[in-house]
């Protein structure tokens, strides 16, 4: 053990970075104890170990050192506060801001021997409860809707152009969030009752909260407002009425009936679990959010876009957020009361229109109407106190440090409409269970446990893999994201998907690759293993860019990769969501970093109800083993990155627990 003070890490860091080495750093704690530096040096890298594909790549993994953490060297922390300019005008990313999202992703990775720093247990006393409401300000009640109806459209309908634009009114933007947002079901085992959600979360945490932003609304509001969507009521707050020359501004340009969906994160309801892994999985819970918005408006004949000129500080002003105590520079972790930890943080805003043949292609936002936002409405008296989550806290700073460099500056960069009609219906729609959108939606559920004893027919995994491309299988190459609900990303797509294959009737076991951006292919093929396959698979619909890397069975090593956990390999098949990710991130800027999570996001909630279409079911798994991901795809350094898994097969249910419906629930916050 050396003692090393603070001031002599980088050194430290810079000579050690090229060995195999396990690393760990302690922070000091009071007295001016400096960080702790524990070097043990190896004489098996464990790079070695990964040199070929089975049988020895399949025995090392299956049996990798139990000593062995292989943690990059990297610089020391450097902390600031989170105070920011109220008008950004940044042009260039910044790097010391890409350095700190990039260090937050690599000391959050999850590894064989050790894993992302939390908590030790659950502290169920201030585990945080689920709804977030402002207390004091007017409730307008929502409409509810039956779960099955002859009205409903079927889900295939959805993704194409088969649903005419519904003009929008109380029942409709009911409808809207009660697809989307709402509860679905409450669960009941013993002496303990939770609530479900359409969208899905980590840990069913639910770290997300909702606004609407629209024109006057009858039956809503006779002035244009901003509410705040609570899930328990299936209720709007409504925080404000905003100006009318306000409203104006901020529909101008976009078809009539056009409102806005914006979307916060309170971090401390994952940390409360997840520790310093938890900003990685509140932006996984904003995608699915997108995804689900895009696809409940789409059931309404809606098209949505991603409006990424806002940035964080407008946003705040445009949501009514609060900053109520800025983080403080200091470097601190530990159990108190620290209220700050409960804001809301802005992500995003959508724009929801009608969807039409003549959809504008590009919308330049205003520079008077982004930057004067905050002073326009900063007059405007907003209603309700947000009620407090817990009595005590656990602090993990390097989430809220990394949130401060991930803020995105405003940009009156044009925003990009996808005008391109919806592709025809792809695929073999006969493969779905006849069930309405609403009947997926809302029965969509977290599988706990699958059975291995089942297997998927080819026909229905192919239609699956084409629902996930960004371009449908009409298009030349893939990258454009037209279908829903990735048309609703304003940017190319930036994942693919490796696939453990298990249980598909007529396919080989093994390791598959779907490219989803043809611009990635040349350098995912060079990136990768030399002795990988790269073979199309049988029966492989024209048009799909899937590919067979190896064959073999896979099934134990995708369980030991997502963090030992059998429904990995107890289904159909599992895959790890990889991204193109140093490019982007340096290129846009810190910014792009949670973005590359909501696409995630995205593309797990299509899959989520894909799999309930068929018939079967699924699970997004947040816990796996990033390095040992890419150390057996043969990826190195940052250029892709595994950001988040799934699986898709048979549930096996727990006849302990009883379903009660969503509405109306119990009294009590659960």
């Known amino acids: 053990y050396l003692h090393i003070p603070p001031s002599y890490m980088g050194a430290v860091g810079s000579c050690c970075s090229s060995i195999f080495c396990e690393i760990y750093f302690r922070s000091g704690r009071g007295g001016g104890e400096g960080p702790m530096l524990l070097l043990k040096l190896s004489s098996l890298g464990y790079g070695c170990m990964l040199q070929h594909w089975p049988p020895p790549v399949l025995s090392s993994l299956l049996l990798p050192p139990p000593h062995l ?43 064989l021997g050790n894993y992302a720093r939390g908590p030790h247990g659950l502290d169920w006393a201030n585990q945080p ?13 929502l409409h509810h809707f039956p779960d099955s109806s002859s009205h409903d459209p079927l889900y295939s309908q959805v993704f194409s152009d088969l649903c005419d634009p519904k003009p929008l009114s109380q029942a409709t933007l009911s409808q809207l969030l009660y697809d989307s947002l709402a509860l679905s079901a409450w669960k009941t085992s013993g002496y303990s009752t939770w609530s479900l959600r359409v969208n899905p979360s980590s840990g069913n945490l639910h770290p997300t909260e909702g606004y609407v932003i629209s024109g006057p609304l009858g039956g809503v509001s006779d002035s244009a407002f901003v509410a705040h969507y609570s899930p328990k009521e299936h209720a709007l707050e409504i925080r404000a009425e905003i100006p009318g020359d306000l409203w104006k501004d901020l529909a101008e340009g976009f078809p009539a009936g056009t409102f806005f969906v914006g979307f916060t994160s309170i971090f401390w309801r994952e940390a409360w679990k997840y520790g310093e892994r938890a900003f990685r999985y509140c932006n996984h819970d904003v995608g699915h959010a997108i995804g689900a918005i895009s696809i409940a408006g789409a059931t309404l004949g809606w098209d949505s876009v991603l409006l990424d000129g806002w940035g964080a500080c407008e946003l705040e002003s445009l949501f009514g957020l609060t900053r109520q105590n800025e983080l403080s520079s200091a470097c601190s972790y530990g159990k108190g009361y620290f209220p700050e930890l409960e804001q809301e943080h802005a992500d995003c805003l959508m724009a929801i229109f009608p969807r039409r043949a003549t959809t504008v292609n590009l919308l330049f936002p205003s520079d008077t109407l982004v930057y004067t936002v905050p002073s326009r409405i900063s007059g405007v008296p907003w209603n309700g106190q947000p009620n407090a989550l817990s009595r005590q806290h656990l602090r993990w700073d390097i989430i809220y440090k990394t949130s401060a460099a991930c803020r995105k500056p405003a940009m009156t960069t044009p925003v990009n409409l996808c005008s391109e009609s919806l592709p025809e219906a792809v695929g073999l729609p006969q493969l779905y269970k006849s069930f309405t959108i609403r009947q997926v939606v809302r029965k969509r559920r977290s599988a706990v446990d699958m059975d291995s004893g089942f297997s998927m027919q080819r026909d229905a995994f192919y239609q699956i893999l084409q629902k996930a491309t960004p371009s449908g299988l009409a298009s030349d190459r893939q990258g ?45 093929r060079l990136a990768m293993r030399p002795d990988f396959e790269w073979a199309k ?29 059998e429904i990995a390999g107890d289904s159909f098949f599992s895959l790890g969501m990889i991204a193109h990710f140093e490019r982007p991130i340096e290129d846009m800027g810190s910014w792009m970093y949670p973005r590359l999570f909501w696409e995630s996001g995205v593309l797990g909630q299509l899959l989520y109800l894909e799999a309930h279409a068929v018939g079967v079911s699924a699970t997004g798994i947040g816990c796996y083993f990033d390095d040992a991901v890419h150390e057996i795809l043969g990826f190195s350094g940052k250029k892709f990155q595994s ?13 302990r627990i009883m379903s009660l419906p969503a509405y109306p629930g119990p009294t009590v916050d659960a």
């Open 129 to 141: 409860t689920p709804f977030r409401r402002y207390l004091g300000a007017p409730v307008v009640p």
């Open 537 to 565: 698979p049988e029966g492989c619909p024209e048009g799909l860019s899937l590919y067979r890397l190896a064959a073999g069975d896979c099934r134990t090593l995708a369980k030991r990769v997502s963090c030992h956990q």
């Open 480 to 524: 454009v994201q037209i279908q829903v609900p990735f048309r609703a990303l304003p940017w190319k797509a930036e994942l693919h998907m490796a696939l453990f294959v298990h249980r598909v009737v007529g396919m080989m076991q093994g390791l598959y690759f779907l490219v989803r951006n043809s611009d990635h292919e040349k350098d995912l």
């Open 69 to 111: 953490v292989l943690l990059p060297v990297l610089p020391p922390v450097h902390c600031r506060t989170m105070a920011l300019s109220p008008r950004s005008l940044q042009q260039q990313p910044s790097s010391i801001d890409v350095t700190v999202a990039t260090r937050y992703h690599q000391e959050t990775k999850h590894s």
């Open 643 to 655: 950001l988040y898994h799934f699986t898709i097969g048979v549930p096996v249910l727990d006849k």
